[in-house]
């Protein structure tokens, strides 16, 4: 049920002397034009939408008071602005008004030079209305490819239902220095204690994006003669954005969402990669899946916007095993995309300490004490010491059992604080100054201890804090 | 319209003259029910049940109703796939006479989710009006499953019958008919299960496991039985290998109870112990305490505690761990001897925080030193070898050392 909106009481008093001597008038005649096109601009990143509507209105000449409500919506009222697009050069806004005691409504004192019909476009952000992205792959059973769709889903809950509207999303962050929920919050009366740069500096971006962006022919397209498809979501680059315009008009519910296919690409190629990384998986080897947003992997037509990603395979069986469900982050064209199935119970992942030994000692000499027995000739002289450097040796075997049917690639990263040498003729790398990263391939029912020596310098010898690679065989 | 007992329904609302997702105020609903279930259990997380249901659809767009009263359904996991089933004829289980109709050109055209409800309103196109075979798949909380184990030890200990089972509890709140349930190995099983039941399947029956049976003393896991006596506690395992050779090896051996029985020689089975047996990977062991050896006497002490001073704060030193051992069973048993040498220094010097680097000296006497395979720089493991008592009914007293040298220590 519409709660609201608007638009525009155009009253037709037999005085008109201004907007404001028109409202203080007891008997009233007005007309409700309605909607003739309407647009949401949708922004993930913010509780922000930008509602574009055109509606036509008849002007008579001299002035036209036109009144615009927003009753139980979440509009931000400093954002509400009124355009002509036709007929520009002969009606001119006066003033705009905000009544006292009529939170959520304004007026508007058109000086008109013409008699007839104008078509005026309003704009105005809300909140509550927002989209998410999520995806759904299903790989196939040998697991080296899978069918990947995404999905847009819009949610409305602003308060006012939008029949017919197209839908564009914005897939980006943009910056807002007061949320728009805030800011529908606050009385009219308020508006004016607002800065400028308040209300202007976080329309900024956003209203250059939107405002300037014609309706697309999409929305206007007629509904097709054959058998309805599903719509197609078109894709440009804007900027640092990017926007979705979903084929043709939506109608959104109050309160009801709306999920709609935003991608579709059939026998994506990945690759399966077993990896130790503490800082970001925890203390366990993972398996994960790796595409890239590329052209190569049939993707890359577009940015992929974050959101959940339900990850299935087909079990053999005619059915689908579910593997995972994970977060991810907002992939570039061309990034890789990095699922975490978790670890695998088919390969077993122990780190083992071989032998532990200590040298290079370094002692601080700390004076010396005599002794003397009673009674017998001499003395006895002990110089006291303590250790204050030594390197502490450790040798590990990382041992691998693949248990699976297929090679399996492994990628490890240890971090190691303090003065360290690695030790080892792995194929190793630094990742960064504290830690290694090594790889290995192990064969289908292969065991293997992939052996590295770790020599911690301590004390006074701990003169660096960083990890140095020495290639160089280890033996248990 | 909607049963109380079936809280989870699909609905065919034929919406003919309109195309948009306006709500017909007047509707005609039809229920299809559904076909075939698959609930796969696969997943240590999570349960992904998939339906199959035969939807009437009319030419043009129709709207799909699935809703899940009471029910615990991840609304973001719900799949909808429309097979080429019925009216698609390329399913190839598809009945007489499907494979001839034409094929319907079914699509997906959006999903709307009303507020406050929990449900979904698909709006799918159909070239044609007939039936099409559509599955949905969807994560379901409250269907659990877990494993238990009955094992029953032969008389002499050497082998065993493992029997696992499958156990699942429907606190879905929804119910199902001749469903197929598969954990991912071993069959899939094609039950009922209704409503808060549980459900009990053999999923797998081992004979004939060739088991091992270890006793074990380690002060660091096992703790004493006697502390002022210094009279270690010596429990008894069945260790299973889960390898070929063992006839297992198919799939790891899952979390679990395990109930251990022992035939009594006499036709029937004495109940002996039970463990959790812990997730076992493939060529891993699966160790279940079945109880204490009580006629395994194992009295530890510390026979020699020396240091000698390398330089300032800096010493070497020199521990004896002395293991006093009798047998009094009437068979003779291995008894696997468990140390972790740092928890030795640690009990005689503290904790300084630092490895210990050590070396085994020369007084050691177990025979062929430290198990190979099973050892570790941090934890040593020998194997005693112990002959049953005497005909007298005395046991031998076998004593044997652990020689430590416990080096650059401060």
């Given at each position: ?13 037999t ?30 990143s ?17 002035a ?87 999905f ?17 999303l ?43 962006m ?28 990017f ?8 109608t ?12 579709e ?15 970001e ?102 110089v ?8 502490d040796?450790?040798l ?46 192990v ?34 | ?23 017909a ?39 799909v ?186 799939a ?24 959790w ?11 279940l ?37 009798e ?60 002959p ?23």
């Amino acid at each position: 049920m519409r709660r609201l909106l608007i638009l525009g009481t155009l009253v037709l008093g037999t005085v008109f002397l201004s907007a404001l001597a028109v409202r203080a008038e007891n008997v009233d005649l007005s007309t409700v034009p309605s909607r003739n096109t309407v647009q949401l601009t949708i922004y993930n990143s913010e509780d922000l939408t930008l509602v574009r509507e055109t509606r036509k209105v008849t002007f008579k000449p001299g002035a036209n008071p036109l009144q615009f409500s927003w009753a139980n919506t979440l509009i931000d009222p400093t954002s509400v602005e009124l355009r002509f697009l036709t007929n520009r050069e002969k009606l001119t806004v006066l003033d705009t008004t905000f009544p006292h005691a009529k939170p959520q409504m304004l007026y508007w004192n058109v000086q008109s030079e013409m008699d007839g019909e104008a078509t005026i476009e309003i704009t105005y952000f809300t909140s509550g209305i927002s989209w998410s992205a999520d995806y759904i792959g299903i790989a196939g059973r040998d697991e080296s490819q899978l069918n990947l769709e995404g999905f847009v889903r819009v949610n409305n809950n602003s308060g006012e239902e939008y029949e017919d509207a197209q839908v564009r999303l914005v897939v980006g962050r943009i910056n807002l220095v007061q949320k728009i929920a805030e800011l529908a919050r606050i009385t009219p009366q308020q508006v004016t204690e607002l800065g400028v740069a308040a209300r202007d500096h976080y329309r900024v971006a956003a209203v250059k994006l939107a405002m300037d962006m014609p309706l697309s022919d999409a929305a206007a397209a007629p509904a097709p003669a054959k058998q309805e498809e599903p719509k197609q979501v078109a894709k440009e680059g804007l900027g640092e954005y990017f926007i979705y315009t979903i084929e043709g008009t939506e109608t959104i519910r109050n309160g009801w969402s709306k999920r709609m296919r935003s991608l579709e690409a059939a026998k994506v190629p990945f690759k399966i990669q077993y990896r130790y990384r503490p800082a970001e998986y925890g203390d366990q080897l993972v398996r994960m899946y790796l595409l890239t947003n590329d052209k190569d992997s049939k993707l890359g037509t577009t940015p992929l916007p974050d959101g959940v990603v339900r990850v299935f395979r087909e079990n053999g069986r005619d059915g689908l095993s579910f593997l995972v469900a994970q977060s991810v982050k907002y992939t570039p064209i061309g990034d890789k995309i990095e699922l975490n199935l978790g670890p695998d119970p088919e390969v077993i992942f122990d780190l083992i300490k071989l032998r532990t030994w200590r040298d290079n000692l370094w002692m601080q000499l700390q004076g010396a004490s005599v002794f003397k027995k009673v009674g017998e000739p001499g003395v006895a002289v002990e110089v006291n010491s303590s250790v204050v450097g030594w390197s502490d040796h450790t040798l590990y075997g990382q041992r691998v059992r693949n248990h699976t049917k297929k090679p399996i690639d492994l990628e490890v990263r240890r971090t190691f604080p303090g003065y360290v040498v690695f030790r080892s003729e792995l194929p190793v790398k630094n990742y960064d100054y504290q830690t290694v990263e090594y790889t290995a391939a192990v064969k289908p029912a292969e065991k293997i201890d992939l052996m590295y020596e770790v020599v911690l310098h301590q004390g006074r010898l701990a003169k660096q804090n960083n990890v140095t690679i020495e290639r160089a065989p280890v033996k248990p | 319209m909607r049963s109380r007992n079936l809280p989870l329904w699909l609905a065919i609302v034929v919406v003919l003259a309109l195309p948009s997702t306006a709500l017909a105020r007047i509707k005609l609903i039809t229920l299809p029910v559904r076909e075939r279930v698959e609930i796969q259990l696969d997943n240590p997380n999570a349960t992904l049940v998939e339906e199959e249901r035969i939807v009437p659809l009319v030419r043009g767009v129709n709207q799909v109703d699935f809703s899940w009263a009471n029910t615990q359904i991840d609304p973001g996991t719900i799949v909808f796939r429309v097979l080429g089933g019925i009216d698609g004829g390329a399913r190839a289980d598809a009945k007489a006479g499907e494979k001839d109709r034409p094929a319907l050109d079914v699509k997906v055209l959006s999903v709307s989710y009303p507020p406050n409800e929990p449900s979904l309103v698909w709006q799918v196109s159909s070239s044609g009006s007939g039936s099409a075979r559509v599955r949905i798949s969807y994560l379901l909380g409250n269907l659990n499953k877990s494993f238990n184990y009955r094992a029953i030890a032969a008389n002499d200990e050497k082998t065993l019958v493992l029997s696992e089972y499958i156990r699942i509890q429907n606190l879905a709140n929804e119910s199902f008919g001749s469903t197929g349930l598969w954990a991912g190995f071993g069959p899939r099983f094609l039950k009922p299960i209704g409503i808060n039941e549980t459900r009990e399947m053999l999923v797998e029956k081992y004979a004939e496991l060739p088991v091992k049976k270890t006793y074990t003393c380690d002060p660091g896991a096992h703790g004493y039985l006697d502390r002022p006596q210094n009279k270690l506690l010596v429990p008894m395992h069945y260790v299973l290998k889960n390898d070929k050779a063992s006839h297992l090896g198919a799939a790891p051996l899952q979390y679990g109870k395990v109930r251990i029985f022992q035939e009594d020689g006499h036709g029937g089975t004495a109940f002996i112990g039970e463990d959790w047996g812990k997730f076992t990977p493939l060529d891993d062991e699966m160790r279940l305490y079945v109880g204490v050896a009580q006629d395994v006497v194992v009295k530890r002490t510390i026979d020699k505690n020396e240091q000698r001073r390398v330089a300032g704060n800096l010493y070497d030193r020199e521990v004896v761990v002395k293991f006093e051992i009798e047998n009094f069973k009437d068979k003779a048993v291995v008894l696997d001897v468990s140390e972790s040498v740092r928890a030795i220094r640690n009990e005689l010097y503290g904790d300084n925080g630092r490895d210990v680097q050590w070396e085994l000296g020369k007084s050691t006497t177990f025979a062929g030193g430290p198990d190979k395979e099973k050892s570790t720089f941090e934890k040593l493991l020998f194997h005693v070898s112990l002959p049953a008592r005497g005909a007298d009914g005395k046991a031998e007293k076998i004593v044997h050392k652990l020689h430590l040298l416990l080096k650059n220590e401060w």
